[in-house]
């Protein structure tokens, strides 16, 4: 079941929206914050060189629901979700996870954090090449200590299509099956939140479609939030809200989006951009 019909009412302008430096009332979340982003700046090398990758971005993303970040190649939509993950440290600015401030963590609490409540999908998948995907699914899970819920595991690489792939190696898997292995690997441990960089980038529609049910079931059934970049108008439909970004900013943002909503805002982004 959707989130969609929530948010209408108590989001007041819905849409509507104006740049600002600091949260702006629509993107102060009406629930608990899972992970906000305070004057988050990051920036690449120094004087004629630098790079603006993240210009203070103030953002709140909600918990228990699904939030999908869009915006041109090299907008910053990465490096945000790096950041906000503990994989990346920002320039200035603060990450948070919950109530926890990313940056006054020492690298054992960050590594425990990142383990116990996160779930990762690299636009760059990220596996093991030594291990099998059956390995590199339960890593994260066998590295914490933990048991791995058989049954969830089987209906996930059973969904994703892995059930027969799973004790090859990712070098002898396709890039949408090392891709599924990717999205398996952050989902079997239920993480309290799960960040996905471009998760469905690789795949066919049937795929596609796939992650993004079992994305948006995390959110409706199993309480978690997700939080995606993605370049597929169809892919951020499945969320409750877009963040549109721009040379580091947020430029726009989209409540309960319809894919000719979200379409239209990338066009008009991409126009500005030209
Ligand atoms: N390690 C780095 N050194 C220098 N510049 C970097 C580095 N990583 C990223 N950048 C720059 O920061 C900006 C934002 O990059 P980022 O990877 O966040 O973009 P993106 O929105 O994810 O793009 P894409 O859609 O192509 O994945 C880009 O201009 C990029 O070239
Ligand atoms: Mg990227």
Request: aromatic share 6%.
């Amino acid at each position: 079941m959707s989130k969609h019909s929530e948010h209408s009412p108590e989001q007041g302008s819905e849409n509507s929206f104006t740049p600002e430096t600091e949260i702006h009332p629509d993107r102060r979340v009406a629930g608990a914050a899972a992970a906000r982003a305070l004057n988050l700046h990051k920036s690449y090398g120094q004087g004629d060189t630098t790079v603006t990758a993240l210009d203070h971005v103030n953002v709140e993303f909600e918990a228990n629901h699904f939030t999908a970040i869009m915006g041109p190649s090299g907008s910053g939509k990465s490096t945000l979700m790096h950041c906000m993950a503990g994989l990346d440290s920002a320039t200035s600015g603060s990450a948070f996870i919950g109530d926890t401030d990313l940056s006054q963590l020492r690298d054992k609490e960050m590594t425990a954090l990142r383990r116990d409540r996160l779930g990762f999908i690299f636009q760059s998948f990220n596996l093991v090449p030594t291990l099998t995907a059956a390995e590199n699914i339960t890593l994260p899970t066998d590295i914490a200590g933990r048991k791995v819920d058989q049954e969830w595991f089987d209906q996930i690489t059973g969904r994703l299509g892995l059930s027969d792939r799973l004790r090859h190696r990712p070098a002898e898997l396709s890039g949408g099956q090392q891709q599924r292995v990717a999205c398996a690997r952050a989902l079997v441990s239920r993480p309290d939140i799960i960040f996905g960089d471009e998760p469905t980038g690789n795949l066919d529609s049937n795929s596609s479609k796939e992650v993004l049910d079992i994305l948006r079931t995390a959110v409706d059934q199993d309480n978690q939030t997700v939080v995606i970049v993605t370049h597929d108008a169809r892919a951020a439909s499945y969320a409750d809200r877009v963040i549109f970004l721009a040379d580091g900013r947020i430029v726009n943002e989209l409540f309960a989006p319809q894919i000719d909503e979200i379409l239209a805002t990338m066009a008009g982004i991409e126009d500005v951009a030209l």
